[in-house]
């Protein structure tokens, strides 16, 4: 019997979104004994539903709501109401997500010092390191039957594998192999082995790929202590005269605005929503913003540095087949300032089918450059580009001054500006990027700008010190005891890895922690 809980119940605690963070996070609590209320967006769509198709699937799946979009990056000029390709659904973009799951190393937690003061950028330490997370990652990574890791196996490499891992030995490069991948290579709790039908970012019509809209949502259910509302869009959170939170204000499927009440809430929207959820919750108490007395809510948006390299070989690669995400170079993903830049990155395979491709290659520039790469489709091999892009105060989310939603409230803005740092590194990548497919035969390479941000991250980050950022190292804001973040706004810097598994094992000890606290009388 799924649990069905009081708007005036304020004994529950209350969670928005339900990603890889808000997602695993009612879960974990609702295992607990901890009576949960999710509220999500979006609305709710399982493996049956998913559509093997990428515009289809893109109007199913993405977050379109009024975005407004300024700095000098490329996507402001190229998708300006599209700066994130993010899911709004029950299980957020842990659908769309490719299922790459890595630690941060251990140098990442401590960026300040390890790359000393960087110009223009504004770099601190986590408040936290790789020992303390350990135990956790172990858990995130049974959790989601991360591939190379415990004795699961690794995935078998495609085409588009072969040629990447090809190329890379071919410079000497050691650190190859397909990855490790929350894609079940054998059957693992409850869910089949992949496939390989490609399609992975538009939802896993096979459950291979760990989602939390078909594990851990309807676990938590199954206890009787977890309730999900989707096509709910939370509005403001509200809070008493002691500054504490009492709930929040939403808009259910319907447009009717409720009110439920909670003793804790925690705020799970990613990092363009979750910010400006705390910025549209301002009031007397709070003139700039809830969590927001260091003034650091919205600021220090990351993306990551990305970009593609495509490359066309005499014959067929037919690089969609099998896993999107099928393998990685990690050589580059370590800090050496020789360089000419800080931090690292990795790339990694990517396919895109037809319609992406023509959209993202050189959006805009038709022409035989164009056309003769689309020609060679089949032909064609790709990679994509991660790495640590520096947190700048000045990239930020704020609310846009002239633009509303379909809810009256004032719509983000995101604004990005490239680093030096950032160019730097991506013009390291692009170059490696090219000559390893160079030397595994390739006719053309050629790289791509960036596309709209999937690793949304910042924003709302952990701080040793309060006047530094917005929460301490437990997601619990600064400011507000019974408010915490339990997505990527609360990372500190980017590191060089996909942020999910991350994500996820923070959520699985922010719950131990709400969880004791709770029993303390604490919260």
Known sequence: MVAKFDLNDDSVVLVIGTGAGGGVLANELAQKGVKVVALEAGGRYLPEDYINDEWESFGQLAWTDARTTSGDWRVAKDFPGLPAWIVKAVGGTSIHWAGASLRFQEHEWKARTTYGHVAGANLIDWPIDAAEMAPWYDKAEAKLGVTRTGDRPGLPGNNNFKVLEKGAKALGLTEVHTGRMAINSIDYDDRMACQQTGFCFQGCKWGAKWSAAYTDIPRGEATGNLEVRDHCHVLKIEHDDQGRV??????????????????????????????????????????????????QVGRNYMRHVTGSVYAVFEKP????????????????????????????????????????????????????????????????????????????????????????????????????????????????????????????????????????????????????????????????????????????SQFTSGAAENPTLTIVALAIRQAEFIAGEMGKQAI
């Not at 995101?414 to 090219?434: C, E, T, W």
């Open 317 to 488: 690669v037919r690089m969609w087949r099998g896993t999107t995400m099928a393998g990685i170079v990690q050589d580059h993903a370590k800090f050496d300032a020789s360089r000419g830049f800080v931090g690292g990155y990795e790339l990694e395979t990517l396919s895109l089918g037809v319609p992406f491709m023509a959209a993202f290659l050189d959006p805009g520039g038709w022409g035989r450059g164009f056309t003769s790469a689309m020609d060679g489709y089949e032909n064609m091999a790709g990679m994509w580009i991660v790495g640590e892009d520096m947190p700048q105060e000045t990239n930020r989310i704020t609310l846009s001054s002239t633009v509303k939603d379909q809810f009256g409230q004032p719509a983000p803005d995101v604004h990005f500006d490239d680093h030096p740092n950032d160019i730097a590194m991506r013009s390291h990548a692009y170059k490696l990027g090219q000559e390893i497919y160079m030397a595994a035969g390739a006719t053309r390479s050629f790289p791509t700008p960036p596309y709209p941000s999937t690793h949304n991250l910042g924003t709302n980050r952990m701080s040793e010190k309060p006047r530094d950022g917005v929460v301490n190292k437990h997601g619990q804001t600064h400011d507000i005891a019974n408010l915490f973040i339990s997505d990527g």
């Open 246 to 295: 009492t709930g929040a204000l939403y808009a259910d499927k319907d447009g009717n605005q409720q009110l439920q009440k909670a003793r804790v809430v925690c705020v799970a929207g990613n990092s363009i929503e979750s910010p400006r959820l705390l910025l549209n919750s301002a009031s007397a108490m709070f003139p700039d913003g809830l969590a927001n007395s260091s003034g």
